[in-house]
């Protein structure tokens, strides 16, 4: 059983970044991500990165704004986000696949980002 927690969201501007942080009680997975959900909206996929060789995917709205990174040793999983706007505003989760797991089988949860116009 993984736990995760995280941490890092708040209130911001336009244009404002923020980095946001996941911790893992364990590392027992394939693969960390970042999901999102608005409200009204469905859950959505924003980015992962794969523990071992750190192959990282974005979604194509956050593409070139977003970064997914890992620290192994602490095992946490970070998400900076630069360039917000308010279309960001979410609910953002982190989630991870279980070794040999096709799904995300652990997820926080959730940290609040809000993006003022």
């Known amino acids: 059983q993984v736990q995760l927690v995280e941490s890092g969201g708040g209130l911001v501007q336009t244009g404002d970044s923020l980095r946001l942080s996941c911790a893992a009680s364990e590392r027992l997975f394939s693969t960390a991500a970042w999901f999102r959900q608005a409200p009204g909206k469905e859950r959505e996929f924003v980015a992962a990165?794969?523990?071992?060789?750190?192959?990282?995917y974005y979604a194509d709205s956050v593409k070139g704004r977003f970064t997914i990174s890992r620290d192994s040793a602490n095992n946490m999983v970070d998400l900076q986000m630069d360039s917000l706007t308010p279309e960001d505003t979410a609910v953002y989760y982190c989630?991870?696949?279980?070794?040999?797991?096709?799904?995300?089988?652990?997820w926080g949860q959730g940290t609040q980002v809000t993006v003022s116009s």
């Open positions: 989630a991870v696949q279980s070794l040999g797991s096709a799904n995300y089988d652990y």
């Open positions: 990165i794969s523990w071992i060789v750190r192959t990282t």
